[in-house]
């Protein structure tokens, strides 16, 4: 059984940082690409970033130059680093792997940027 568990969200101020982690189990990641999205109130999700396994990172122009996405293979564990947030940056944050050809996503870890 996948599992994907988000952590790591919270309520920050304008230009602060927040670290995303997502542990997953139930197999291991580390040959498959992994990705995090987003979706905020009243909107449709959308992509923020992927890593491949190798380690090749491709990012949403909203986020590029202010998120790093990374992972753990060890650990099968994946992480968003977040600095410079905006407002338009509060979503709840889902990470996702596409394992034997199904997509899994995890439960969501809220982020809120507001002063």
């Known amino acids: 059984q996948v599992q994907l568990v988000e952590s790591g969200g919270g309520l920050v101020q304008p230009g602060g940082s927040l670290r995303l982690s997502c542990a997953a189990s139930?197999?291991?990641?580390?040959?498959?690409?992994m990705a995090w999205y987003r979706q905020a109130p009243g909107k449709q999700r959308e992509w923020v970033a992927t890593i491949t396994s190798g380690g090749s990172t491709n990012y949403a122009d909203s986020v590029k130059g202010r998120f790093t996405i990374s992972r753990d293979n060890a650990k099968n564990t994946l992480y968003l680093q977040m600095n410079s947030l905006k407002p338009e940056d509060t979503a709840a944050y889902y990470c996702n792997v596409v394992w034997r050809g199904r997509p899994y996503w995890g439960q969501g870890t809220q982020v809120t940027v507001s002063s």
């Open positions: 139930g197999s291991s990641f580390s040959t498959n690409p």
